[in-house]
């Protein structure tokens, strides 16, 4: 691949159609992106020079930036697989073609296809930029003043229901996080249907028999980029350690689990993730027959001759009409019944098993973790949503089966809507802190690695209505509070936080072990005193972190 080749592909506007979007999803984008509209301005000072590194597939020129009076290494849209265009799609990600002139990395890559362009999605195709079905790039912010330091390496995974985002979105701008001591990476990976849409024509042309989870493919491909070429920017190859939010801490929860991955990250992160897909009603993992079976029903929405070459015109479509036919096929789920539009398969390849599981039953990868929820999660979920009581009834009835009268005495049906509603603490509780804390008794128990449980409780003043909601923290964790200037006053509290956590984020990223001078003890996880520390208005040490309400999630996981 040339430097030429790349920028004409780089400059190559997506083709993604507008879709509308559930309620869900649409209040999701609409929240996050509004308060984080800032997070499209980088953060730092001006260029204060150019930096070249050399990869295994040729150099790389990237720029000097201040950040905070700290010179930071910024290196953004560096290729790290072949573009998953043509007879790429729906493949596993390939190495890219090597160049030998210099390659321009100084503006982020095209973001993976996904829905954007009307009604509340103007904001969400705002937020993540210039889309391309060539987005397979990533991100560095190394501190290094020179290659051989070996710092600690931090690789971000972003969320968005599998179906949105950006690894190069503002809130994830790694800067300020680097001038911690770390080299922080961020990636994209593919999205919706060009990312985990599961079919039994692609599974028959599988050397291994499967489909879908061509997004966490990437990922896995990522990994394999940092490990070879993070070096170059100072970073330390043999202490990387993965971390991200929502979808991408149910990728980390499903790369722990996965055969492929074992061996490519040493320490994880995963905030605000979320297991349904073992003895619950919904789902955030399918099997590989389900991923089929809905891969059939999306693609009768595509407008093509089954009686034909399927493979052929599905691969004829652009990238635009997928995302337009994905958003008619979302329409018909009804997601409160369902869970995520687009899921992690199963496949007995990647994932061996559903990933609830396999946490369930013990068998998780053995490196240290750092995990946790926020206090108001549901709320994001359920702000602008409706539902009937007798709907309500009926889908807790789903969800928990021989244990829906004691789910039901937890989070009764009291008719409220909104935040408040026992649906917000339902999913808060039972969906979001139970994954936190099985994950955590998990690693505790089953292997030698240390394993920290944190509750973020936090609520920012320009945010008070909606409380500590889904994806409120990452501001913090990347020191870039500084985006909720744009709705008002940033207090010293936010500020003061903010350096305490990613203080905890990148010690745990040195050692396995957050703890250090300065900072409240943070205890390490086990099952009998059951600890967490609350990250808010204060830092303490609690225990028993919704205790009735994780229990009965075990139960319904078929943990005694």
């Known amino acids: 691949m040339t430097h030429t080749d790349t920028s004409e592909r780089r400059g190559a506007r997506g083709a993604a159609s507008s879709v509308a979007a559930s309620t869900r999803v649409a209040v999701a984008a609409a929240i996050l992106c509004g308060v984080l509209f800032a997070g ?30 700290q010179e930071i290494w910024v290196f953004k849209g560096i290729p790290y697989a072949a573009p998953p265009v043509g007879g790429l799609r729906w493949k596993p990600p390939q190495p890219v073609e090597p160049w030998t002139e210099p390659l321009v990395c100084t503006e982020p890559g095209p973001a993976c296809p996904q829905a954007g362009g009307e009604g509340l999605f103007n904001i969400a195709a705002l937020a993540v930029g210039e889309m391309d079905e060539d987005c397979l790039y990533l991100n560095v912010w190394s501190p290094v003043e020179s290659a051989d330091e070996a710092l600690p390496v931090m690789v971000w995974i972003h969320g968005g229901s599998f179906e949105s985002g950006s690894g190069a979105m503002g809130v994830y701008n790694g800067a300020r996080l680097a001038t911690k001591g770390v080299v922080v990476v ?25 489909s879908g989870n061509y997004g966490l493919l990437d990922q896995v491909a990522a990994l394999r980029w940092v490990r070879a070429n993070i070096a170059g920017f100072g970073g330390d190859a043999a202490n990387v350690t993965v971390f991200g939010e929502s979808a991408g801490a149910i990728s980390i929860l499903g790369l722990l689990v996965s055969p492929l991955a074992e061996g490519l990250f040493d320490r994880a992160i995963p905030q605000s993730g979320i297991l349904l897909d073992h003895g619950f009603g919904v789902s955030t993992a399918v099997t590989l027959d389900a991923a089929e079976a809905a891969g059939e029903d999306y693609v009768s929405y595509l407008e093509i001759d089954l009686a034909g070459d399927v493979l052929a015109q599905m691969r004829s479509k652009t990238a635009g009409a997928l995302v ?19 899921t992690p398969v199963a496949d007995g390849y990647l994932l061996p098993d559903l990933p609830g599981k396999l946490w369930a039953d013990g068998k998780c990868q053995s490196v240290p973790l750092l995990i946790g929820s926020n206090a108001d999660e ?9 539902v009937e009581p007798d709907q309500y009834e009926a889908q807790m009835r789903k969800i928990f089966g021989l244990y829906a009268e004691e789910a039901l005495a937890l989070y009764p049906n009291d008719g409220k809507q909104g935040l408040d509603s026992s649906l917000s603490r339902m999913l808060t509780e039972v969906g979001f802190a139970s994954t936190a804390r099985l994950a955590a008794g998990c690693m505790a128990g089953s292997t030698d690695s240390p394993a920290y449980l944190y509750q973020f409780t936090r609520v920012p003043v320009v945010l008070s209505t909606l409380g500590a909601i889904h994806s409120i923290e990452i501001p913090y964790v990347t020191g870039n509070t500084g985006l909720f200037s744009s709705l008002g006053a940033i207090t010293k509290t936010d500020l003061e936080l903010s350096e305490t956590m990613m203080g905890y984020w990148t010690r745990f990223a040195a050692t396995g072990d957050p703890n250090g001078e300065g900072a409240p003890q943070w205890p390490r996880y086990d099952a009998a005193s059951d600890q967490h520390l609350e990250l808010g208005d204060d830092i303490r040490v609690g225990s028993g972190l919704y205790r009735e309400a994780c229990d009965l999630a075990d139960r319904l996981r078929g943990i005694e």
Not at 329 to 340: C, I
Not at 378 to 386: E, H, I, K, Q, R
Request: some cysteine.
């Open 40 to 69: 499209l301005l980088l953060v730092g000072c001006g260029d204060s020079g150019l930096e070249e590194v050399q990869l295994e597939s040729g150099p790389v020129i990237g720029l000097v930036e201040e950040v905070d009076g």
């Open 186 to 210: 961020s990636i994209n990976y593919r999205l919706g249907p060009l990312g985990f849409l599961a079919h039994p024509a692609l599974s028959a042309e599988s050397p291994e028999g499967v």
């Open 324 to 342: 337009e036919a994905a958003g008619k096929y979302a329409r018909g789920l009804g997601l409160l019944e369902k869970g995520l539009t687009w």
């Open 378 to 386: 549901g709320n994001l979920f359920v702000a602008g949503m409706t």
